[in-house]
């Protein structure tokens, strides 16, 4: 992930970032999903742009949520939730082969259609299930 500030009275931008729509800072994320145009951060709360990714909270679970991965560490548990702690239980046991079976189904269903928040838990999965492999599956880590 990598973050960058763009001054406009400098750097004029083209395209269709409409840059202050919404309130400063405009903030914008890009991936393969979003292609060069990217796609703008859609606020939480009520509150000020920078007192909403100023939470930690906040700008964790909005870095999961753009770049479809997690901060869990599946190590340690450290960033992670109760969710991915049980999940992280529950595939710790098993074998990178299994592991690798289910990175592929859960690989398959990226481009469905889902809620925000099931897409933002398929992210975190897999980025588990890869921690998982990487450490050799069963009882490795």
């Known amino acids: 992930m ?3 500030d763009v001054n406009l009275s400098e ?3 083209r395209g269709n970032y409409n840059p202050g729509a919404g309130g ?7 991936n ?18 920078c007192d909403e990714l100023g939470n930690d909270e906040h700008m ?12 869990c560490k599946a190590s340690d548990g450290a960033g ?7 999940f992280i239980e529950k595939w710790k046991g098993e074998t990178v082969e299994k592991i690798a079976e289910q990175q592929v189904r ?7 259609a889902m809620k925000p928040e099931l897409s933002k838990w398929l992210g975190q999965r897999l980025a588990i299930l ?3 492999a990487a450490a050799g599956g069963k009882d490795e880590l």
Do not use: D, H
């Open 80 to 86: 992670c939730g109760e969710k991915e702690l049980g």
């Open 106 to 112: 859960l690989e398959g269903m990226k481009g469905s």
């Open 130 to 132: 890869k921690q998982l």
């Open 24 to 30: 400063w800072p405009t903030i914008r994320y890009f």
């Open 11 to 13: 750097e004029p931008i």
């Open 2 to 4: 990598a973050f960058g």
């Open 60 to 71: 964790q679970a909005y870095v999961e949520e753009a770049g479809g991965t997690s901060l």
């Open 32 to 49: 393969k999903a979003t292609g060069l145009e990217g796609a703008p951060y859609t606020k939480k709360t009520s509150g000020a742009m």
